[in-house]
């Protein structure tokens, strides 16, 4: 049976993100710490196999690619010509596009950190011929990021959505599309993954990813939809959430509720824990700013 289809579907663009997202990611920053796809189906008619991935790859080796890495790179590429000559005739032409797939990506591996334009060659030429391979999808995605190319955050996004897409219980690939989709302006896409994603994980773990998604949610303009997702979250008595809580309240104009909120963590929390003591920066920030004592 041939993998099912990936459909690309097109992503907004935005070059900038609203002074409501910078507010909150610098209110966030400290507390951190504190706590190409494609449709077509495989075919199974016995025709030059994996010649049309052939565009996508990388020919000529990389200077600075080490001796040793450089060595068994040459070995894989001989062989893949050789099957592009000769296809081994006891594979079926199914078969043979998966062994064109792994080799490619294992190429792509070897090239990794020392090409990554040779890398992401080889790996969308691994994807064309199989696509069902959600770590892989994942993997080009990461290395995407690493290009610095102008197309760089979309390719990204819509790599990590292939990978979503496949492996929908992905917790990882998940937090990578969102804040790939928050670089590109889609911030309500970067909530609704964030949210499945502090869903899955433990409060020990909602450390990193709770700043990310009160910036996602201050540049969509979710306030309240922010502030009702921490406090189901909190419900159980997690701090990190009634501090977002906090400071979407008052980044949405509710500043004695905020007041409140950092005054309730502060209570709960351990006086010389990191977070008790941001919780009271921050506190004497907003009462200093409404003209009050600190």
């Known amino acids: 049976m041939a993998p099912e289809s990936v459909i690309e579907r097109p992503r907004p663009r935005r070059h900038a993100t609203s002074a409501y997202s ?3 990611a610098g209110c966030l920053g400290l507390m951190s710490g504190c706590n190409d796809k494609k449709s077509t189906a495989a075919d199974p008619t016995p025709t030059a196999p994996a010649a049309a991935a052939t565009a996508d790859m990388v020919i000529n080796l990389p200077k600075e690619l080490p001796p040793e890495v450089a060595g068994e790179v040459a070995v894989l590429l001989e062989k893949e010509q050789t ?5 081994p005739k006891e594979l079926t032409p199914l078969q043979l596009d998966k062994a064109f797939a792994d080799l490619r990506w294992e190429v792509a591996q070897k090239f990794g950190m020392h090409d990554v334009e040779g890398a992401i060659s080889y790996a969308r030429a691994s994807l064309k011929l199989d696509e069902a391979q959600p770590a892989r ?12 190319e102008l197309t760089s955050a979309r390719d990204a996004a819509n790599a990590y ?3 979503v897409f496949l492996n929908p219980k992905s917790v990882g690939a998940r937090k990578k599309l969102a804040a790939a989709s928050l ?3 889609d911030a309500k896409e970067a909530v609704r993954e964030l949210e ?16 990310l998604y009160a910036a996602a949610c201050a540049d969509a303009g979710e306030f309240k939809r922010g502030i009702a997702f921490c406090k189901i979250m909190g419900a159980e008595g997690g701090a990190v959430y009634g501090v977002v809580q906090a400071i979407l309240e008052k980044a949405g104009g509710n500043r004695e509720e905020a007041l409140k909120l950092l005054t309730d963590v502060e209570k709960k929390e351990e006086p010389a824990s990191l977070l008790s003591q941001y919780v009271k920066t921050l506190r004497q920030r907003y009462e200093k700013e409404k003209g009050g004592k600190p």
């Open 22 to 24: 910078f507010f909150v």
């Open 83 to 87: 099957w592009l000559v000769t296809p």
């Open 137 to 148: 999808w994942e993997r080009l995605g990461d290395w995407y990021n690493l290009s610095g």
């Open 161 to 163: 959505d292939n990978a």
């Open 183 to 185: 670089m590109l302006g």
């Open 196 to 211: 499945f994603c502090l869903y899955q994980m433990p409060e020990a773990e909602a450390g990193e990813v709770v700043p």
